[in-house]
């Protein structure tokens, strides 16, 4: 058995890599924009990339607390459509891509199972905020910075005889709304308007697969 006596340590330092695939849940507004109405969705989720560190402090034999700040780089893109299926106005493209680089601080509890030789599954879950750094306010959306969130998944420790691997997967589900109406935009030209008035709510989630290393 590779390092027996690891987890009787009360704090357990890291980091992790990971892969992120980040979407929107979009809420469309229904209004009509010169007699149409636009229909927009997240068409592409390319994979991101994701870092962070990790701190693990005991709390119980099978109960963890953690706190594993992370940034992360994703792109999103939301396509959008009306109804006659003619040209947008002003010739502007149907899709609208979104750059994010949130940093999200997860504060999650970790239950493991008995360890069975160099191997221990777990399940994770908890809550988090984020700040997005990216601001193209030239964009025709812009979404907010601050988002808080939900976070669940589930891994495995796998010992090894200098450090713990732990491959996790999870999921986030953000609660506020990212999107900022155009009362909150007097730099938008009025050619964009329609994409962000087709919009009513967009809201955070993602897939991340996260490789631990502690």
Partial sequence: MNNPY??????????????????YSVTESLMEQDGEIYHA???SMLPGFSVGF????RLAKYLSLRVTPTLQFATRTITFKNESGHPFPFGRPAQQ?????PIEIPITLKWTA??????RPYLMGGFGVSYDFTNDKEGA??????????????GCDLYFKWFKFCPEIRYQLGFNNMLTPINER?????????????????????????FNFE
């Fill in 6 to 23: 690891y987890d009787d340590k009360i704090v357990h330092l890291g980091f992790s890599l990971g892969i992120n695939f980040m979407s």
């Fill in 41 to 43: 969705r997240v068409s």
């Fill in 54 to 57: 990790i701190t693990d402090i």
């Fill in 97 to 101: 891509s979104m750059l994010s680089l």
């Fill in 114 to 119: 008995l360890r069975e030789g160099n191997y």
């Fill in 141 to 154: 959306i812009l979404h907010r910075p601050f988002d808080y969130f939900v976070t669940f998944g589930i």
């Fill in 186 to 210: 007097p730099e938008l030209s009025e050619p964009d308007y329609f994409y962000t008035n087709a919009l009513s709510h967009l809201r955070n989630q993602a897939i991340v697969i996260v």
